[in-house]
């Protein structure tokens, strides 16, 4: 048991930079009150003392805010931060080392008995707000955003966002090795450099804006294969550079390019061409 206690107080320090000594997290993480009550009641549960086990629940929702019914099953190193207006339906899994913040419903969609609740496998982070209902599962690793709604099943290592909720990021369809490489040098040339680079950026407008980057590096790289093959045929184009962009043509629309230092750097940080 105690190293259970142990467990769940290192995994506070891991996943809360606020976190700054035991004794503060032994004494004020509501969260971690309410597992450890839950984890008496639940085995009140299991030995059919459900009236006890329900009495319990109820006295931790006054102490902590968090409603979880004892017939819920956790893993190890379970995390509620903040904990005010959580609430876990009987029939609900969390897997190890789940994350859940304030404001989460782990609820169900039907009134008939049985499996009702989400099952949530390691490692998945709830985002404050947010609703996952029905018999669901939602993978290892992935991430729910802030008050989405999700009722289907979400893949490992996805992250799922919106009322209803959609998956904008997978396993699948991460950017990575050459093409992510691609898509930050273009978008450095673009001015993007901080935005929609990514490859776990949950915005979908963001990773609209990469899919774009992708298509002007691969229309730049086409246009210079074929002024470097007209050239080579003796053809004369190419040979004026496009105009530049400056700091001045981004003024009004919402995207703030830093500084660079020289104006150099700032004729290469706007320069169009590849």
Sequence with gaps: MFSGIKEDIQAVFHRDPAARNTFEVLTNYPGLHAIWIHRVSHRLWQRNWRWLARSLSTFSRWLTGVEIHPGA????RVFIDHGMGVVIGETAQLG??????????LGGTSWNAGKRHPTLE???????????????TIGARAKIGSNSV????????????GIPGRIVTSADTRSSGENG?????IAKKYGFDAYAVSEDNPDPVANAMGIMLDHMALMDSKVEEMCSAIQAMGGNVCTESLSSLSAKDFANTGIDPVAPASDDEAQDAFDPKI
Excluded at 150 to 161: C, R
């Design 122 to 136: 390691n490692n998945v982070v709830i985002g404050a707000g947010a609703k996952v209902l029905g018999p669901i």
């Design 96 to 105: 190890d080392d789940v994350t859940l913040y304030h404001g989460v419903t």
């Design 150 to 161: 999700v009722v289907k099943d979400a893949p490992a290592d996805s992250t799922v966002v």
């Design 73 to 76: 099953t956790f893993g190890r």
């Design 181 to 185: 490489e691609k898509r930050a040098h």
